[in-house]
């Protein structure tokens, strides 16, 4: 997709796994989300929205734009399937699974379709073993924290990644938007809420634990 659009439509089109994780939910496993979580879902995705800045996008409806799309699906059902079996797996183990099966597929993808280049330099191994180090955490820590998070509270947490991207961004010099900002805090303040608010309404005896859970 990044071979033919902008970075910053990119960015759009794949903020859109936030949606697509309770709208897939609903589709396929009959199960709405509450409307706290809704309401913080649709709140964290127009905060990451203002974060993006969608008035410097505009669209083509060019095979990369729609690969991008598809490919925001493909991480929604990733999160909903591993909200389906973490519980009755290893962590650690599916992970595994997961990652030698993209890399032979991502292998013979490279080698069928594309020119392999490798320059076996220091800085080469280093970086590799920095981002598969990074990969493996990510996938391990997802596996793992999902026996106990549903699909929609962890779409919800995900939304925090252009948060921690754009004051990494800021830290070394990028500029932060006003919008951007009101865009973190928006995104900050559905995780706090969704997360607290269930909680209050049970102790009032206005929704019951299970959806608390949810």
């Known amino acids: 997709g990044l071979q033919t659009i902008t970075s910053s439509i990119s960015a759009f089109l794949t903020a859109l796994y936030v949606p697509f994780v309770p709208l897939f939910q609903w589709i396929i496993f009959r199960k709405r989300p509450t409307p706290i ?82 320059d076996p330099t220091p800085v080469t191994y280093v970086c590799m073993a920095i981002l598969i180090g990074m990969i493996v955490f990510n996938q391990v820590m997802m596996c793992w924290a999902q026996k106990f998070v549903s699909p929609t509270r962890a779409v919800l947490i995900y939304t925090l990644e252009p948060v921690f991207a754009g004051i990494i961004g800021y830290a070394i010099g990028e500029p932060f938007t006003k919008g951007a900002v009101v865009g973190a805090v928006m995104v900050v303040l559905s995780i706090l809420i969704s997360s607290w608010l269930p909680g209050y309404l049970k102790n009032r005896g206005h929704i019951s634990k299970e959806a608390v859970r949810e």
């Open 37 to 118: 979580i809704a309401g913080g879902i649709l709140f964290a995705f127009l905060g990451m929205l203002l974060i993006l800045d969608p008035t410097k996008i505009s669209f083509s409806g060019n095979i990369g734009e729609w690969l991008t799309i598809a490919s925001a699906a493909a991480c929604a059902m990733e999160i909903l399937v591993l909200g389906r079996f973490a519980n009755s797996c290893d962590p650690k183990a599916f992970c595994f699974t997961q990652l030698v099966t993209v890399t032979f597929w991502s292998t013979l993808y490279c080698i069928v379709f594309e020119e392999v280049r490798f």
